[in-house]
C-alpha cells in the first residue's frame, strides 16, 4: 500500500552510507550497501523537492571506544570500522548534504541513542520518517525501531537499503513490518 508523507512534518533518514560500507576499500564494504546509492540520492531529492527535512548518521568510532567494556565491542564483533578521522567515516561523496541537514554522528547501532536526533526532529514537527541506508539488519533495524518507539512512523524504504547478505535484508524488513513500521518501495512512497 502506498505511503504518503506530508513534506512539512517528515523527513528522510539516510541510515550510515559511508566509504566504510559502501566502497570496496571499506573494512566493511557490502555490495548491497553500494548498490543503493542511487536510489538514496532519488529518494533524497524528491523529499527536499516536497520540503520534508533530511538527516544523515554517520557511525563513527573513536580509537578507544570500547577499552574497558564488560560486553559491548563491536570491533571484536565487525573489526575496526569506521574510526573517527578516517576515510572510511565520511559520507559517500554521492549524497548531497547541505547546510540545512542534520549530520549525526552515533558511536552505536541507534541512531536516537545519545544524540541530538530526537530533540531536532520534535523541534522541526517531524512525524513521519522515510528511512533507508545501511546496514538493513543492524543501524536501519535499530534506528527504525527506536524511532517507531518513540512515536515517530518509520517507513522503510526497501529498495534503498543495503545490507551483507539479501537475507538480513529480507529478515529486518519483515520484522520492521510486523513489529513497529511500514515497509514501501521507493516508488510507493511520496511526499506531498
Known sequence: MPATLEG??????????????????????????????????????????????????????????FDGNHYYDEFERWGEHVVEGSWEAELVEEL?????????????????????????????????LAVCGTLANVCVLHTAGSAGLRDYRPVLVEDAIGAIEEDHRE?????????????????????A
Open 96 to 128: 548531497d548534504v547541505r547546510e540545512e541537514d542534520l549530520v549525526v554522528e552515533k558511536h552505536t547501532y541507534d541512531a536516537f541513542h545519545e544524540t541530538q536526533l530526537d530533540g531536532w526532529l520534535s523541534a522541526r514537527g517531524v512525524d513521519d
Open 8 to 65: 512539512d512534518s517528515a523527513a528522510v533518514v539516510v541510515v550510515d552510507m559511508q566509504n566504510g560500507f559502501c566502497k570496496p576499500d571499506g573494512a566493511l564494504y557490502a555490495p548491497g550497501s553500494e548498490a543503493v546509492i542511487e536510489p538514496v540520492v532519488d529518494l533524497v531529492e524528491r523529499a527536499r523537492d516536497a520540503g520534508a527535512r533530511v538527516v544523515y548518521t554517520r557511525d563513527v568510532h573513536p580509537p578507544g571506544q
Open 171 to 191: 529478515y529486518a524488513l519483515e520484522h520492521a513490518d510486523w513489529l513497529f513500521g511500514e515497509v514501501e518501495s521507493g516508488a510507493d512512497v511520496s511526499f
